[in-house]
Nanobody, 120 residues
Framework: QVLLAESGGGLVQAGGSLRLSCVVN????????MAWFRQAPGKQRDLVAS???????YYADSVKGRFTISRDNARYTVYLQTNSLKPEDTAVYYC??????????????WGQGTQVTVSS
């Protein structure tokens, strides 16, 4: 059973935009804060943005003002609108729960992620 399914990545020039989507198992989505993470080659996976069930958001400094996280409660989907992309945004992007901003539930297995590549 797939619990998290990311999509929407691609190759884009610097300054461009992409909208990432993550369809989440309903039982997981309904009670958890959800977040987007990213992992560049040879680096650790970092939190990019998070949104609580109530809609409160958090952004890493590196993406503040450029990325927007949102959630559609009817579709069990979390989105990441990425604007003004930079080459340093190149990474595999994953979604998952964010226990630091919601219930301390077990983190589901990671999905396959979606590759974002930004050319200069």
């Amino acid at each position: 059973q797939v619990l998290l399914a990311e999509s929407g990545g691609g190759l884009v020039q610097a300054g461009g935009s992409l909208r990432l989507s993550c369809v989440v198992n309903g039982n997981i989505f309904s009670i958890n804060a959800m977040a987007w993470f990213r992992q560049a080659p040879g680096k650790q996976r970092d939190l990019v943005a998070s949104i609580t069930t109530g809609g409160s958001t958090y952004y890493a400094d590196s993406v503040k003002g450029r990325f927007t996280i949102s959630r559609d409660n009817a579709r069990y989907t979390v989105y990441l609108q990425t604007n003004s992309l930079k080459p340093e945004d190149t990474a595999v992007y994953y979604c998952n729960t964010d226990p630091s901003r919601g219930p301390k539930t077990s983190i589901p297995p990671w999905g396959q992620g979606t590759q974002v590549t930004v050319s200069s």
